[in-house]
């Protein structure tokens, strides 16, 4: 892999490693660009496994830091990983503009429903709330202040039963992307969790092969993520495995997201 947007450090309280580890393991694995994405904290709110608001100074010093550091070896980005919740639009663009982040990836595990609730997409009751997290996730990439979608297909993990609810939330989020012209994560860590046996069959929570082969026909734009939660992730054979089934199911791979 040559280049890494997806990578978590010790902050979130469930990675190891500070960013000056991820950062050794990247150089030492010919990585080009790589962008940090921790788990963002919200100014007044706790969604829990993730940087503490006060710390978040912190992390984006101590990345500019390893980014003027190895200035020569590597191109470093400050990125978070962060939910979209339409009461924190300016948040969003405060941490772009005034705080100075490179990026926002969406990472939607935290959702608004239909019906005014958050709501954690690991927990669906129903494949009901896959629609409607789709819609919120389409909502935030027309937002246009998320650089990527990751895990744009994270709610087949949940052991829920296929059926056309399934297809409307592949369909929602792919359309969208198409419209906005998006570039969505195949994301390694879900082959890192190992195959399961679901209702619709053995494999892996996500990547899940029906979404992908939607992306494909629309030629949507694909960054393969790490998501490491450890420095020796960062390139390891799930990311390997996750690039060469991408390869093999030829969907259009970029190696950056700038
Ligand atoms: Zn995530
Ligand atoms: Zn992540």
Not at 55 to 81: D, F, M, N, P, T
Not at 113 to 133: P, Q, V
Not at 239 to 250: I, L, R
């Amino acid at each position: 892999m040559i280049s890494n947007f997806h990578t978590h450090t010790y902050r979130c309280l469930h990675a190891f490693g500070t960013d000056e580890d991820y950062t050794a393991e990247a150089i030492k694995q010919h990585i080009k660009e790589l962008g940090f994405s921790d788990h963002a904290p919200f100014p007044d709110r706790d969604f829990g496994y993730r940087m503490q608001y006060n710390e978040l100074e912190e992390y984006i010093k101590a990345i500019e830091q390893s980014k003027e550091k190895h200035k020569e070896e590597i191109l470093i980005y400050k990125g978070l990983e962060i939910e979209y919740i339409p009461i924190y639009e300016n948040y969003y663009r405060e941490l772009l503009e005034e705080k100075g982040l490179d990026y926002l990836a969406l990472g939607e595990h935290i959702y608004m429903g239909s019906d005014g609730k958050l709501k954690n997409i690991f927990y669906a009751k129903s494949t009901e709330n896959y629609k409607e997290y789709a819609l919120s996730v389409c909502e935030a990439i027309e937002t246009g202040l998320f650089r990527y979608v990751a895990h744009p297909d994270v709610m087949f993990a949940n052991y829920l039963k296929w059926d056309s609810n399934c297809e409307k939330a592949v369909s929602l989020i792919v359309e969208c992307a198409e419209k906005n012209d998006a570039i969505l994560e195949y994301n390694a860590n879900g082959i890192r969790k190992g195959i399961e046996i679901f209702p619709d069959g053995s494999r892996y929570p996500y990547p899940h092969k029906y979404f992908w082969e939607a992306v494909k026909d629309k030629g949507i734009r694909v960054i393969i993520g790490s998501d490491c939660h450890a420095p020796e992730q960062i390139n390891d054979k799930f990311v390997k495995a996750a690039e060469n089934s991408a390869a093999k199911m030829g969907l259009n791979v970029i190696e950056s997201i700038f």
